[in-house]
């Protein structure tokens, strides 16, 4: 039978090893001997059940082969583990080749079918078989030397080649030649064969020395008096679990109750916890709310203090009595104090200013905390007074009038000694400030009825230089402000 370059599994074409292409006479013969005489060796009639079995059932490496094809074929739609070179020869297994139309058997095969009296020529036909290896060993060792004596360059490691590959089919359950993959896959599937073989050696080894082992426990036997004294041990042994049951059931009893004690303090505590963390939510909002008070008042008595200083840094006298001038008069909130020809002022008006003057000088000395000696002033507005508080303790009308009366004469004269009493306190005044501080400079100076070298006086005096001395009295009053309001008693 001739094989070809073909591996007998996948049927793809095979590149022969160099090693096998020229084949000494002496590696054929010690291949030939370390092979197995026979393949499959036939039952013989009267063996045991057992080894009938075995001897019909495949041999291990032909079931090996076998499992692994049908390992290949089952995990073909999964994805195969091979290479994609075995992918493609398994994948080119169902297309067959127009050189491959037919089965071919070989003569190991023909030789393992089984017939129907195999059991009653049993004996005859292992026999056989014996004698036809041994025909097709001697025929091939013939034809090797015939070739070997007359070589030819192709042909002779053609036919060495072939007559190797089919003694290793003939000796063997594996048709030759394989490819490396498909050897690769029968190697592998007979090592997992070999572990799970030894895995069952394993057990039995196992299983038997547990059978040793209670055979042994049977042979030795116990007397019946030894079982008696064994049986009153174990009787013994029970009282006593019993014994010890019934204490553990007492502890569990004894355990359940002071479980159920416990659990009555847990629930207590539960509820005693409750009530803390309720009372401490209500003094954390307590304290929450104590503190944005706080914050509160906090950013008020801020905002106070801004509104506060402020105030304090504002001059409300300055407000309350501003002093300037209007041309040749002096003014004291916009009214005018004095007369001059040709600007006629009315008397209701210069009667006014007196009366802002005057409650201006009466301010000042209030708030310097001065009490004049001689005078008393009295501000009423356009009917202000002075009222002498020693001597006769007459009172003098700090306002005058332009009727055309006999009286007139007697009321300016009344009115000049009111101006000049104011001159008087006046005076006073501006000596106290200057004991205070002595920095102080008043441009004109006091004297009797006199400020600077003008009188105050409106009868027998001209309207200008009355009108002047008046502008005097209101610088005088304006410094005295400013030093008591901005200097050391500020």
């Given amino acids: 039978m001739s094989f070809g370059s073909v591996c007998q599994q996948c049927k793809e074409p095979l590149q022969i090893d160099a090693s096998l292409v020229d084949l000494a006479p002496s590696a054929y013969d010690m291949i030939v001997a370390t092979l197995p005489s026979s393949s499959s060796p036939a039952p013989v009639s009267g063996s045991k059940p057992s080894d009938r079995s075995s001897a019909e059932s495949p041999s291990t490496s032909k079931a090996a082969w076998q499992r692994s094809s049908n390992s290949n074929l089952s995990t073909k739609a999964a994805g195969s583990p091979l290479s994609p070179r075995a992918q493609s020869k398994q994948a080119q297994r169902g297309v067959p080749l127009p050189n491959e139309s037919f089965v071919l058997l070989q003569d190991s095969v023909i030789r393992n079918i089984p017939s129907p009296t195999r059991a009653k020529r049993g004996a005859t036909k292992s026999r056989a078989n014996q004698t036809q290896e041994n025909v097709v060993d001697q025929q091939t060792t013939r034809t090797l030397e015939q070739d070997h004596a007359n070589p030819s360059p192709l042909s002779h490691h053609l036919r060495s080649t072939a007559r190797l590959f089919n003694l290793l089919s003939t000796r063997t359950e594996i048709d030759h030649p394989l490819c490396a993959e498909c050897t690769q896959i029968l190697l592998t599937n007979l090592q997992k064969q070999l572990d799970e073989t030894k895995k069952e050696r394993d057990g039995y080894i196992a299983f038997e020395k547990e059978v040793r082992k209670e055979r042994e426990r049977e042979s030795q036997g116990l007397s019946q008096e030894e079982a008696e004294k064994k049986i009153e041990k174990l009787k013994q042994e029970e009282v006593l679990a019993i014994e010890q049951l019934k204490e553990a059931e007492r502890e569990r009893e004894q355990l359940d109750f002071e479980l159920h004690q416990l659990e009555i303090n847990e629930r207590a505590l539960e509820l005693e916890e409750a009530e803390f963390w309720r009372s401490y939510n209500d003094h954390i909002l307590a304290a929450e709310q104590q503190a944005a008070q706080l914050a509160t008042l906090r950013a008020a008595y801020s905002a106070g203090l801004v509104t ?139 004297s009797k009825d006199k400020i600077g070298d003008v009188s105050v006086k409106l009868q027998f005096n001209q309207e200008e230089a009355w009108t002047r001395s008046l502008r005097h009295v209101l610088l005088a009053l304006k410094i005295c402000l400013k030093w008591a309001t901005n200097g050391a008693n500020g």
């Fill in 308 to 446: 506060l200083e402020k105030l304090e840094r504002t001059n409300v006298y300055n407000d309350a009595f501003c002093i300037g001038h209007d041309g040749v008069f002096g003014t004291i909130n916009g009214l005018r104090l004095g007369r001059v020809p040709g600007v006629p002022v009315e008397w209701a008006e210069i009667n006014a200013a007196w009366g802002q003057t005057l409650l201006l000088l009466y301010t000042i000395a209030r708030k310097l905390d001065y009490t004049f000696e001689n005078y008393r002033l009295v501000p009423m507005g356009s009917f202000s007074r002075i009222e002498r508080t020693t001597g006769d303790k007459a009172n003098y009308e700090l306002y005058g009038s332009g009727d055309l009366h006999f009286g007139r004469l007697l009321h300016n004269r009344r009115f000049d000694i009111a101006m000049v009493a104011f001159l008087d306190c006046l005076k006073h005044l501006m000596d106290h400030i200057k004991l205070q501080d002595a920095g102080v400079d008043f441009p004109h100076q006091i």
